[in-house]
């Protein structure tokens, strides 16, 4: 008897096998977002990439928590395409928000945040999600997230903001013209995760006034536009998850003494607390 954990994300999936006696194991997928996969490339993606490495394994019950999963259509569409994969398995798909706050919260009050690719947050009251900030997606939203941040870079870049020695160094990592840009935020799959790529050359050079400049306004973006519009920010911890919460942890930590708020804990990815939670 075996569980199966995903954590998906709109960049990467990550798959962990939990065994009794055994050793955890892991793998890695590209992302599954129903807003820009089918049911029939769902269930491809997980037979060619999941379902192989994990054969001759009695799988019995599989916990999914992934973007876009809020809407009940996009949860149903996931759920068909795994029960497909995983016929003799019990299944649950549900959104990542659910996910995160199982993995920092546990069955306590608190508020989970995510800032990855995308950005949510949610009052948890430690079984059920009570409140949300409406998401907008990566076009209209998604503040302080790795896509708010790295339009914020490729915006810089193309209208020539960027002082001269941040310029160079742009140029010398990626040696993009503008017409490649756009046509990759315009013409290709997946947009929110190229722009969401351009994050990590904010990490890359901090110290720098621009890119902190960045950092700061993108982050107090997210505090602002949604922390503060649920009142329990005020009376409960605020953990984080996600690359972007943890790359820039700094500025999560000073932005929340400037609010006041009380941090919880700020998680690279949630797929520990998940383990935990679900053994």
């Not at 953990?239 to 500025?251: K, N, T």
């Amino acid at each position: 008897m075996s569980i199966l954990i995903a954590d998906s994300g709109a960049t990467k999936c990550e798959w962990c096998l939990v065994s009794p006696g055994k050793r955890t194991k892991t793998i890695f997928t590209q992302g599954i977002s129903p807003y820009f996969m089918n049911a029939v490339q769902i269930e491809s993606l997980v037979r060619q990439e999941v379902l192989t490495k994990f054969k001759n394994t009695a799988i019995t019950e599989v916990y999914y928590y992934g973007t876009g999963l809020a809407a009940p259509e996009n949860a149903k569409l996931v759920t068909k395409a795994l029960k497909k994969v995983f016929s003799n398995a019990a299944v649950q798909a549900t959104h990542d928000v659910m996910g995160a706050a199982k993995a920092v919260c546990g069955d306590q009050k608190g508020l989970a945040t995510i800032l990855g690719t995308g950005s949510s947050v949610c009052y948890y009251d430690g079984k059920k999600i009570k409140k949300t900030s409406p998401g907008l997606g990566y076009v209209l939203g998604d503040e302080g997230s790795g896509a708010y941040l790295g339009k914020k870079v490729v915006q810089y870049f193309l209208y020539n903001t960027f002082d001269e020695e941040l310029m160079y160094k742009f140029n010398l990592k990626y040696g993009l013209n503008r017409s490649q840009i756009l046509d990759q935020v315009y013409k290709q799959p997946l947009p929110n995760r190229y722009l969401a790529g351009f994050a990590l050359f904010l990490s890359e050079n901090r110290g720098h006034y621009m890119v902190e400049n960045i950092v700061e306004d993108g982050i107090n973006d997210f505090f602002f536009t949604h922390l503060c519009k649920i009142g329990e920010s005020w009376k409960y911890p605020i953990s984080f998850v996600g690359g972007v919460a943890y790359g820039f942890q700094d500025v999560v930590r000073e932005l929340c003494d400037t609010y006041e708020f009380e941090l919880g804990t700020i998680l690279k990815n949630p797929m520990e607390g998940l383990i935990k939670y679900h053994k």
